[in-house]
């Protein structure tokens, strides 16, 4: 049974957190999916986050909640004050229950939400981020198969085109945010061989030491 520790005694501090960004459709979710359950790490999308959030409140959504829903489904960025409610609130509730390594799939998208990480009232830091890249050619081809089976309004190649654009005119200002903390992740390989670099990465960035086998 997890133990929930009361808010004040949270020692916010004590989080690890590394941030992944990239392109739709390089394998983000996937990858960090894999790396969640190999390493005991806390894997939070932000995409979905904000669209459970909104989910769970159905069907008393209010104007602002459809207003959240219809930007996320044109493919645009989700104001930041809202974004920083959600996120906060998730890191928290983890905290409190004793998790403290987290890995952020899809945040920061703009140089205005890496102010996150300015410090504010609990000083979330960002230990590193990961940079994940390829052409947009691969990355088409992957959302288009994602498409085949997540049931997402924005898996679609009009929607994928806005984003890229705006992943494109966004991604220097965000990686520049990050000096010095950002790890370039080069995902036009196949997926299996880009997760054991990943991986080795990921172990050295969180201090992991795994266990030798018997």
């Not at 390493?39 to 602002?64: M, Y």
């Not at 489904?73 to 974004?83: D, G, I, Q």
């Not at 190649?157 to 965000?174: K, N, P």
Request: glycine share 8%.
């Amino acid at each position: 049974m997890e133990t929930t520790t009361p808010e004040s005694s949270v020692d916010y501090k004590a989080a690890k957190i590394v941030c992944v960004v990239g392109g739709p459709g390089v394998g983000k979710g996937t990858q960090c999916t894999r790396l969640a359950a190999d390493l005991g790490l806390v894997h939070i999308s932000v995409g979905d986050l904000l669209r459970e959030d909104d989910a769970s409140r159905k069907p008393s959504l209010n104007d602002q909640d459809v207003q959240i829903l219809n930007i996320m489904r044109n493919a645009s960025l989700v104001p930041f004050h809202y974004v920083r409610k959600v996120l906060d609130l998730c890191l928290t509730k983890h905290m409190q229950n004793g998790r403290s390594n987290f890995l952020i799939d899809g945040f920061p998208r703009s140089e205005e939400q890496a102010h996150f990480f300015d410090g504010g009232e609990k000083g979330w830091e960002a230990k590193a981020v990961l940079h994940f890249h390829c052409s947009e050619d691969v990355m088409l081809s992957r959302m288009l198969k994602r498409a085949q089976t997540s049931g997402r309004v924005d898996d679609t190649a009009d929607v994928f085109r806005r984003r890229y654009a705006g992943h494109m005119q966004e991604i220097s200002s965000v990686i520049g945010a990050f000096a010095g903390k950002v790890v370039d992740i080069d995902c036009e390989r196949p997926l299996d061989d880009i997760y054991e670099e990943l991986k080795c990465k990921v172990q050295g960035i969180f201090e992991i030491v795994e266990e030798p086998e018997n």
